[in-house]
């Protein structure tokens, strides 16, 4: 009978012999490696949306949905790549007792248009921009508009005229000029309000046949596409938009009338320009129907709006509300087209 085998003396092994750690590499060895690797693509670029990629300059609050809050979350339902570039950062609109925040200034946006140019990241089908605050910021993004074009000279440059409402101005004066001379120039569609149209045109806007000039007036001044987005004309409230696809002929014209909802929000005017980008791209030769499904869509949510509000106990016509952008996604993706477009002759 052999002897049982004695122990195993655990000091005879050294811990070289337990444990085979791999030999240290050092960082600047790790980075070389790395380095000599390909990076991995840029998948909206690679495998770009059908739709697009929308480098979006606007505004942004923490609370509440206007400028790029209002937008890019629109868009992205509408299946486009959104990259915003927040002009403004703040707490919340400015229409609360207070606000906080910060405010990006020209040289700061195009630090960040240099970062993305450097990883050549440039490539955009689309810009959007709304609220600029100031003269420097909207020659900053005349630049970025001369720049994304020197990489897509295809660009559409969808442009909302931020500058007042109902007869008051909400940006310095000098911003009026910068806009008319030359951003119009280069927009591919420009979505003004009445007021605005009127500081853009020089023309007072009483009369639809004075919206259809205004829209004629823009185009001999650049873009392709011009929705004035809101008009009141005795008492009732239009979408007066026009199209002009050929440089020697007429435009194509027609309005939307659209019900009153007695009630002021905030938000409505980034987010009629967003589906307006959104739908136009979708339906290139027909602005119609791109303004009947906006119209569509903002008109579902804003009534959403207003019967929430007053399902919480609070009288909507007291105060400006805030939309109901994400209980409405149903109704910007697949929007019930109820206000249809009347062409003019």
Sequence with gaps: ???????????????????????????????????????????????????????????????????????????????????????????????????????????????????????????????????????????????????????????????????????KLYVPPELVAVYREKVVPVASMLTPNQFEAEQLTGLRITSEEDGRAACNILHAAGPEKVVLTSINIDGNLLLISSHRKEKDKPPEQFKIVIPKIPAYFTGTGDLTTALLLGWSNKYPGDLDRAAELTVSSLQALLQRTVNDYTRAGFDPQTSSLEIRLIQSLEDIRNPQVNFKAQRYQ
């Design 1 to 167: 009978m052999s002897p049982l085998p004695s122990p195993i003396d655990s000091s005879s092994f050294s811990k070289s012999k337990l444990h085979h750690s791999p030999p240290r590499i050092s960082n600047s060895t790790l980075w070389k490696r790395r380095s000599r690797m390909a990076p991995p693509p840029i998948l909206s670029l690679a495998l770009p949306s059908e739709t697009g990629r929308v480098l979006s300059i606007q505004s942004h609050t923490v609370q509440g949905y206007v400028g790029n809050k209002a937008a890019v979350f629109p868009l992205q339902l509408l299946g486009y790549d959104v990259d915003p570039i927040n002009s403004v950062q703040f707490s919340n609109h400015t229409g609360y007792p207070t606000f906080k925040g910060q405010v990006l200034n020209g040289k700061e946006l195009w630090d960040l248009v240099e970062g993305l140019a450097a990883n050549d990241l440039l490539y955009y089908t689309h810009l959007l921009t709304g609220y600029i605050g100031s003269v420097s910021f909207l020659n900053a993004v005349l630049e970025v508009v001369n720049k994304l074009r020197s990489v897509n000279p295809r660009l559409v440059y969808v442009c909302d005229p931020v500058m007042g409402d109902e007869g």
